[in-house]
């Protein structure tokens, strides 16, 4: 099931021009998506640490369709898809709330999930394998 993340757009997350900075999209859907884990029960800290695993972005993707300024509100939907058994997508859509809403982009991520020791690959740990199932 998707996930929607409410957010405000800061000031921090603005360039020069005043609207949001390209690489800020991606930061913005990142932080979704620690939101949605952290709803799924999974424990962020635990996650992001290195217990023998780790599962770095091997892929992103991002289209900007409207510029985002300090101060709109936004939500974004976090969509996750399993690719293999070792590797997945988060389609993030980043939508400017109206009226009318209007979608101001679209990032996708792909992960791989790979030992931190060998760099092979691993399976999806369990918590995180259901979550991508259940998107």
Known sequence: MPFSYPRTIHFADTDAAG???????????????????AAAGIDIARFFADHGLIIPISRSTADY????????????????????????????????LGPPEKVAGRIRTEHVCISSQTRDRLALPPALAEWVKAG
């Open 19 to 37: 609207v949001v900075f390209f690489a800020n999209y991606l930061s913005i859907a990142h932080e979704a998506y620690e939101e949605a884990l």
């Open 65 to 96: 369709l409207r510029p985002l300024a300090c101060g709109e509100k936004i939500r974004v939907t976090v969509t996750p898809t399993a690719l293999s058994e070792n590797t997945f997508a988060l389609d993030s859509t980043l939508s400017k």
